[in-house]
T-cell receptor, first 114, second 115 residues
Framework: SQQGEEDPQALSIQEGENATMNCSYKTSINNLQWYRQNSGRGLVHLILIRSNEREKHSGRLRVTLDTSKKSSSLLITASRAADTASYFCATDPRSGGSNYKLTFGKGTLLTVNP | NAGVTQTPKFQVLKTGQSMTLQCAQDMNHEYMSWYRQDPGMGLRLIHYSVGAGITDQGEVPNGYNVSRSTTEDFPLRLLSAAPSQTSVYFC??????????????FGNGTRLTVT
């Protein structure tokens, strides 16, 4: 069963614009991770935010977490064509924040047009 | 440093055939897992292993077997392939079970078609 659900399913923007995608989840979590998948490739870890954090930055990435709403957002600023990929949120609802049974959402397909 | 290597990249099977999808990592990772990715379904966990000799079931284990005789290798066996097993299969590994300091590293997948 899907713990996280990304929204929107697909997003198309122009290079230089910001892209925001959202993730909602169902049960309490210890942390939430975001991964990127380029077409035909495996997933690559982007960032992890703990349940006691509200915001985290990594380069052009900004992640927020609202545990009261059980939601997270990923913002990519000044997007580039190379950011074109699918983005997934992942959670493990078990305590301790483990990789044991990491559950992924269905992903948001981001297309950045040059 | 090769990371997580999956072979083959593509495979076509007939219903009822068996095969083994190979996964190897050279990072001395403790944790390894298999996911399948289907359109509109996201990734679903099939089996995972927390160390050599230890395996456990994920969300969709039926029709698949695994073993972990070495730290490096975690093969996935399809005993009698069915069209419902047509999917892209990803192997992933991490240094430890804790997601805080060891995110998952993924292979590039095996695209399997069962006719």
């Amino acid at each position: 069963s899907q713990q996280g659900e990304e929204d929107p399913q697909a997003l198309s923007i122009q290079e230089g614009e910001n892209a925001t995608m959202n993730c909602s989840y169902k049960t309490s979590i210890n942390n939430l991770q975001w991964y990127r998948q380029n077409s035909g490739r495996g997933l690559v870890h982007l960032i992890l935010i703990r349940s006691n954090e509200r915001e985290k930055h990594s380069g052009r990435l900004r992640v927020t977490l609202d545990t009261s709403k059980k939601s997270s957002s990923l913002l990519i600023t000044a997007s580039r064509a190379a950011d074109t990929a699918s983005y997934f949120c992942a959670t493990d609802p078990r305590s301790g924040g483990s990789n044991y049974k990491l559950t992924f959402g269905k992903g948001t397909l981001l297309t950045v047009n040059p | 440093n090769a990371g997580v290597t999956q072979t083959p990249k593509f495979q076509v099977l007939k219903t009822g055939q068996s095969m083994t999808l190979q996964c190897a990592q050279d990072m001395n990772h403790e944790y390894m897992s298999w996911y399948r990715q289907d359109p509109g379904m996201g990734l679903r966990l099939i089996h995972y292993s927390v160390g050599a000799g230890i395996t456990d079931q994920g969300e969709v284990p039926n029709g698949y077997n695994v073993s972990r005789s070495t730290t490096e290798d975690f093969p996935l066996r399809l005993l009698s392939a069915a069209p419902s097993q047509t999917s892209v299969y990803f192997c992933a590994s991490s240094y430890s079970m804790s997601s805080y300091n060891s995110p998952l590293h993924f292979g590039n997948g095996t695209r399997l078609t069962v006719t």
